[in-house]
């Protein structure tokens, strides 16, 4: 039923910055984390930033001081600064939480990002 729109992504240069944008619309669940991943060439996915319903965020490493993560109550966003070859992926828009007291998640389709000179 529902499902999680992104946009954001493209192609920049080292240096650079993106938006990410996704917005979830059309009926689900209870979403209480919401984050985003992101999966490059032959690699697995990895986290990349998360932030709960009380606004606590998580980052991977990597993105740490250089990418920020927020959210209202229906979208989540991603400002990615100081981008570098090694952000080049698909980014992906997650959400999870409660449906009842059936925990649930749901994926949006990606987006990519790549950065090349």
């Known amino acids: 039923q529902g499902e999680l729109v992104e946009s954001g992504g493209g192609l920049v240069q080292p240096g650079g910055s993106l938006r990410l944008s996704c917005t979830a619309s059309?009926?689900?669940?209870?979403?209480?984390?919401m984050g985003w991943y992101r999966q490059a060439e032959g690699k697995q996915r990895e986290m990349v930033a998360t932030i709960t319903g009380a606004g606590s965020t998580d980052y991977a490493d990597s993105v740490k001081e250089r990418f920020t993560i927020s959210r209202d109550r229906a979208a989540v966003y991603l400002q990615m600064n100081s981008l570098i070859p090694e952000d080049t992926a698909v980014y992906y828009c997650?959400?999870?939480?409660?449906?009842?007291?059936?925990?649930?998640?749901?994926w949006g389709k990606g987006v990519l990002v790549t950065v090349t000179s």
């Open positions: 997650h959400g999870r939480g409660l449906e009842g007291h059936i925990y649930r998640e749901i």
């Open positions: 059309g009926s689900i669940f209870n979403i209480y984390t």
